[in-house]
């Protein structure tokens, strides 16, 4: 750790604690889930809807926007199993989802996400990924698609600040989806992350960043409407900077080190763009990072759990509990092997609680629901 790295960490600490009494308590319900049956799917997230109180009170007459978690390329798999099962969101959960939110009343769905190496419609990318749109968009009116990695179907980007100024960027560019919208969900899978250490509702998220502006071959001045890249430069190592019509980083010299650097990100994106509903699949995933790009490290595995909150602190902090690992763990313990907690980032930035002792779990208890994901 840098000197920068640990004033900073000793900075935060009365902050960090501050926030954990403060923080309103939102709850987070597990509830076990073997299979990707559809009923025992439908039948799963039901409960866990009932548990939180219903999704009347949140989604009836309002547009509801799902972000999945499609990270890396469709055609990369892990022990030749189909994508849902092992690092995407699974298409089961969000048919599911969606079948709930069009029975509570919301007016209209759009489905989201920023498709790997893609400017093209959302619906092509999931089409290779192995999703069925006819039985998807059977299950409730009004489903829409958007790839978010461009403006798509939008005339302009809209700019969301961070609350209090930000720890890396002041402000971010975003697709008009993120911001047309009454409800936002973030539709995570449970699963490690090799800078961040999970890879949960905040942290899926850091997709919802343009590669039109942050990627690899983003503008250099105004936005590429064609990336077929990642956004690794802008926000893992800061080796480039976004396209210069964005707002630029609010200090060239911080550490350029991504443990350093997504997770504050990620932070940071989960205050300027608050997740209404963190749901987190935890039916089937892989223990050891959270794509195929790894190695031959990763391992699928069973953990039969679904989770579901208001608070994407809240509902992460659990998750992580039920993966084995302490929430508030620091740098270098498990899973923060090389990076900073996120959940501990956020929590400073006022999004949420990473004390367990302040969030009211319902359904299955963390003690029966939990699966290390490291022995």
Not at 283 to 302: A, H, K
Request: aromatic share 6%; proline share 8%; net charge neutral.
């Amino acid at each position: 750790m840098t000197r920068r790295e640990l004033l900073t960490s000793f900075a935060a600490i009365p902050l960090l604690s501050r926030v954990a009494r403060s923080a309103p308590a939102a709850p987070v319900a597990i509830s076990v889930c073997r299979t990707y049956s559809p009923a025992e799917v439908l039948a799963a997230m039901t409960v866990l809807c009932d548990q939180i109180g219903g999704l009347g009170r949140l989604v009836a007459n309002k547009t509801v926007t799902l972000k999945v978690n499609l990270t890396g390329s469709p055609s990369q798999r892990i022990h030749g199993l189909a994508p849902g099962r092992t690092h995407y969101t699974h298409p089961q959960a969000v048919m599911a989802l969606c079948h709930l939110l069009d029975k509570a009343g919301a007016r209209r769905i759009r489905i989201v996400e920023g498709a790997f190496g893609s400017s093209g419609p959302l619906e092509d990318f999931l089409l290779d990924s192995g999703w069925n749109l006819r039985a998807l968009t059977s299950t409730a009116k009004n489903i829409e698609f958007e790839n978010t990695n461009t403006l798509g179907k939008g005339r302009e980007y809209h700019r969301l600040k961070v609350p209090g100024g930000g720890l890396i960027f002041p402000a971010w560019d975003l697709n008009h989806s993120y911001v047309d919208t009454d409800v936002f969900v973030s539709m995570a899978k449970l699963k490690n992350h090799a800078t961040c250490g999970v890879t949960l509702s905040m942290k899926n998220c850091f997709g919802i960043t343009p590669a039109s502006i942050y990627g690899d071959d983003a503008g250099v001045d105004a936005p590429n409407e064609s990336p077929a890249a990642g956004r690794l430069s802008s926000c893992h190592d800061g080796s480039r900077g976004p396209a210069k019509s964005s707002p630029q980083e609010l200090d060239p010299s911080s550490p350029r080190q991504p443990g350093y650097r997504m997770p504050r990100i990620t932070a940071e994106l989960a205050s300027a763009r608050p997740v209404d509903l963190a749901f987190i699949d935890g039916i089937e995933t892989v223990v050891g990072g959270e794509g195929p790009w790894i190695g031959p490290n990763l391992r699928p595995v069973n953990p039969g759990v679904m989770m579901l909150g208001t608070n994407p602190v809240a509902t992460d902090t659990v998750a992580t509990a039920v993966m084995g690992y302490n929430p508030r763990s620091r740098r270098g313990e498990p899973p923060f092997h090389e990076c900073d907690n996120t959940l501990l980032l956020a929590e400073s930035l006022g999004v949420g609680t990473a004390d367990l002792n302040q969030i009211e779990v319902a359904g299955v208890p963390i003690a029966k629901a939990r699966f290390p994901f490291e022995s």
